[in-house]
């Protein structure tokens, strides 16, 4: 009884020792190694996010997820090799991990049943629904692998991420025109000024339906013509959202014209001649009486 028992423990000894090595070196007809041990990880994955990009702002609630991996499979070492047990990612916005890609090694008697080891991957995916503000994406790639140190072999297992953050707006931004009214003007030159609730990357307006005018900020509205009028302002923000304010009808009328002054000089002119005259009469009056003369009766001739 007891050697049954021992013969059973040889051979599942035997098994065991077998599958390890089917699990990390290529099969010989004796195993050369006198140890095994888990060591720390000679390479790591290498994850390049194309899009979403960094610290960028997008106008739409649906993006492409566009990432690549790869791990640097050296031959320095003997026996090397490794591969990618699993790729998923995490979103700011979703509770759970979204898996893209496990290894998985179905029988480990069997090589030719095991899926085949990669050190790439790539995946373009889309993602959809994605919430207004700040967001985040990460990739997240683990691996395994192994190599024969002298008569030791070595295996090891690690991972790398790489995280993106972006912004969602797809909220136009809000322009409100100040003090302009729909009313007559009687100036040619009206300030132009108004406000936006957010970063903005352009603002301009067009009057009467002319081509658009770039401005920075608050202005004035020059030369304008007599008649009617109608003034919108838009503002582009960082996103490329377009806010359009409400459109403000105007007139600028002729101003009234200046009544001319009271012709003064005509009226004062003969009043002075008539009292040049009579002071002229009243003289020689005087004079003839200083004379003994009878005074003579005169009338103003009219």
Avoid at 227 to 233: D, E, Q, R, S
């Amino acid at each position: 009884m007891k050697k049954k028992k021992l013969l059973t423990a040889t051979l599942s000894g035997l098994i065991f020792l077998a599958v390890a090595q089917l699990n990390f070196i290529k099969l010989t007809d004796a195993d050369p190694y006198i140890d095994y041990k888990f060591v720390a990880a000679p390479v790591h994955p290498i994850i390049t996010i194309l899009s979403p990009e960094n610290n960028t702002v997008y106008a739409s609630n649906n993006l492409t997820l566009n990432f690549n991996s790869i791990i640097d499979n050296r031959s320095d070492y003997l026996y090397f090799q490794v591969r990618i047990k699993s790729v998923y990612y995490q979103t700011s916005w979703q509770t759970d991990n979204v898996t893209l890609y496990r290894w998985s090694d179905n029988d480990p008697l069997n090589l030719n049943d095991d899926d085949p080891f990669i050190n790439e991957y790539s995946c373009k995916l889309s993602l959809t629904g994605i919430p207004e503000g700040k967001q985040t994406v990460r990739v997240i790639v683990t691996e395994a692998g192994s190599y024969a140190d002298g008569a030791i072999w070595c295996s090891f297992g690690t991972g790398g991420s790489e995280t993106v953050s972006f912004v969602i707006d797809t909220t136009p931004p809000n322009v409100s025109i100040l003090q302009m009214e729909n009313a007559t003007y009687t100036e040619t030159e009206i300030p132009l000024n108004f406000t936006v609730n957010e970063a903005v990357s352009k603002i301009a307006y067009a009057l009467d339906g002319y081509e658009n005018v770039t401005v920075t900020g608050n202005t004035s509205l020059a030369g304008l013509s007599f008649g009617a009028h109608n003034l919108t302002v838009y503002a582009v923000d960082v996103a490329g959202n377009t806010g359009v304010s409400e459109t403000i009808c105007f007139t600028i009328s002729e101003p009234e014209p200046t009544p001319e002054p009271f012709p003064t000089t005509m009226v004062i002119a003969p009043i002075a001649s008539v009292a040049v005259v009579g002071v002229a009469l009243l003289l020689y009056y005087f004079k003839k009486r200083k004379h003994g003369a009878s005074p003579v009766p005169f009338r103003l001739l009219r």
